[in-house]
């Protein structure tokens, strides 16, 4: 079992303070009960995104479909997950189900249209959460997503090589790194992941010819969702600290 990465305030009602034994009694029961946040795999940190909107809604000029799905990634444990902007582009509701098939409802938090990501939060808690890597990537390492066929079958990481950590992609003004991973309908807005399952990308482009996925740096996410998201979430405690730049992203808008 992985490490709880916060530690637990017990709030102990008047009944527990009557003689030891009721305190220690309440404090065990209180442990038991108080949910552990855990830092995970790629596996236990995605989730899956069920979307709903209104017909003829375009992103970049692309007709979006009315009922949808991708991919996002909890990245901290104030119950925020990253995926692709056009995910959730003017959706109408936000359906999130994690790798053990809870379901929660979230909302848009913080949307940056010209790199295509967006940032989420639910309304509930979710128990695991990745591990941003502050190193950049780096061509020919190893690299993993995590994919689903058919939603009756468990996820499963698929493998591949960094093949350019600078690949251009049209439209997008900020480099992205190639994956050398072939994805299908309903990847986007996933993790790209490092051989020690830290999170180095969200997945915003499946090339049209070869099917190859592309990810934005999460570092480019930290830095462009820093305002919105405050010191707590994505661009807070395991954000690498540096340069920022870009533009100011939305705050909860997605049109």
């Given at each position: 079992m992985a490490p709880c990465s916060r530690s637990a305030r017990l709030l102990l009602p008047q009944a527990c303070t009557s003689s030891p034994f009721s305190v220690a009694l309440c404090?065990?029961?209180?442990?038991i009960f108080t949910p552990c946040l855990a830092i995970a795999g790629p596996v236990q940190?995605?989730?899956?995104?069920?979307v709903s909107r209104e017909d003829g809604v375009k992103f970049d000029g692309y007709h979006l479909s009315r009922k949808a799905e991708g991919m996002g990634v909890v990245t901290t444990a104030s119950r925020e997950i990253v995926t692709a902007a056009h995910v959730v582009w003017q959706a109408d509701a936000i359906t999130i189900t994690d790798a053990k098939g809870a379901k929660f409802r979230a909302r848009v938090l913080c949307i940056d249209k010209t790199v295509d990501v967006a940032l989420l939060r639910v309304d509930g808690r979710l128990e695991n959460f990745a591990t941003i890597r502050a190193r950049p990537a780096v061509m020919g390492e190893p690299v993993g997503v995590v994919e689903r066929s058919q939603s009756d079958e468990p996820p499963r990481i698929v493998s591949g090589v960094i093949g350019a950590a600078r690949w251009t992609s049209h439209g997008v003004p900020v480099p992205l790194i190639f994956s050398g991973i072939k994805g299908a309908k309903g990847m986007s807005g996933g993790g790209l992941f490092d051989a020690t399952g830290e999170l180095l990308g969200i997945v915003i482009r499946i090339d049209s010819s070869v099917g190859y996925l592309s990810a934005v740096p999460i570092t480019e996410?930290?830095?462009r969702f820093s305002r919105c998201a405050g010191k707590d979430g994505v661009?807070?405690?395991q954000c690498p600290h540096g340069r920022r730049r870009g533009t100011s992203p939305d705050q909860g808008r997605s049109n």
């Open positions: 404090i065990l029961v209180a442990l940190a995605s989730v899956w995104i069920d996410l930290c830095t661009a807070g405690r």
